[in-house]
């Protein structure tokens, strides 16, 4: 089955920018989404279809996908974005259609 | 304002089962694909189970094919999982979450707040 690959921890200063990969073959020609999670919160989806960010998700979060990785970015980060974020895709043509990645940690420093 | 609401964890022992319910609202709840997704503790999301709107297909983790059996009632806005043989490692936080479908990709835009299943002697 499908497997998308994250780092496990990312950390970055508050204002920089951080950038969290996922991993997958070929993954350019799927959508990816993007949740967050916070300790002890049910996930937030924060970028869908590779790029689109739902109302209420501020503009510093972005996405992009490309060749065998889709990337999300985190312009001027803040303390509040210290969570965890996973990658998502659907495969329709699956029995398991579900797959999200491991996961990457971010710290904000 | 979409809720769901998961209801039924508990500690159960190694080879019990356990139904957990998930009661939407604010939706029109049977025009969703719904899925279960897990978190054991300290780990990452991991996709259980799924369900179309109607009912008519479901699918599986190979996880857990064969031990658990989704199933959804929309005259009363409700998904179930029925989890049979449990084990140690379907020990988690379980989610309902709801399905936003398009051009042949989804992702959940709807989440509850989970509930604990411990699988313990």
């Known amino acids: 089955s499908y497997v998308l690959t994250q780092p496990p921890s990312v950390s970055v200063a508050p204002g920089k920018t951080a950038r969290i990969t996922c991993g997958g073959n070929n993954i350019g020609s799927k959508s990816v989404h993007w949740y967050q999670q916070k300790p002890g919160q049910a996930p937030v989806v924060v970028i869908r279809?590779?790029?689109d960010r739902p109302s209420g998700i501020p503009e510093r979060f972005s996405g992009s996908n490309s060749g065998n990785t889709a990337t999300l970015t985190i312009s001027g980060v803040e303390d509040g974005d210290e969570a965890d974020y996973y990658c998502q895709v659907w495969e329709s043509a699956s029995d398991h259609p579900g797959i999200f990645g491991g996961g990457t940690m971010l710290t904000v420093l | 304002e979409v809720q769901l609401l998961e209801s039924g964890g508990g500690l159960v022992q190694p080879g019990g089962s356990l139904r957990l319910a998930c009661a939407g609202s604010g939706f029109s709840f049977s025009n969703y694909d719904m899925s279960w997704v897990r978190q054991a503790p300290g780990k990452g999301l991991e996709w259980v189970s799924g369900?179309?709107?109607?009912?008519?297909?479901?699918y599986y983790a190979d996880s857990v094919k064969g031990r658990f059996t989704v199933s959804r009632d929309n005259s009363e806005n409700t998904l179930y999982l029925q989890m049979n043989s449990l084990r140690g490692e379907d020990t988690a936080v379980y989610y309902c979450?709801?399905?936003?479908?398009?051009?042949?990709?989804?992702?959940?835009?709807?989440w509850g707040q989970g509930t604990l299943v411990t699988v313990s002697s």
């Open positions: 979450a709801a399905l936003w479908f398009e051009e042949l990709s989804g992702y959940f835009d709807s």
């Open positions: 369900i179309s709107g109607s009912g008519g297909s479901t």
């Open positions: 279809y590779d790029s």
